[in-house]
C-alpha cells in the first residue's frame, strides 16, 4: 500500500471511523427529516379532518335551521 508523505500506515482505521461516523450522521440526518415531515403531514391531516367535521356540523345546523321554517 502506498501512503501520502506524512500520512501513517496507522491513519488507516483512522479515517475509516471517520468515514462510517460520517455515514451515521447522515443517516440521522435524513431519519430525523423523515420523521418531521411524517409528523407534519400527519397534524396536516388532523387539521383538514377537524375542519371536515366542522363543515359537516355546520351543514346540519344550516339544514335543521331551514327545516324549522
Sequence with gaps: MVFAPG?????EPEEVKLQN????IVQ??????????SQESQRREERISDNRDHIQLG???LTK???KK
Design 7 to 11: 500520512e501513517k500506515p496507522g491513519n
Design 21 to 24: 461516523a460520517s455515514k451515521q
Design 28 to 37: 440521522n440526518a435524513i431519519l430525523q427529516a423523515v420523521q418531521q415531515v
Design 59 to 61: 351543514v346540519g345546523e
Design 65 to 67: 335551521k331551514h327545516e
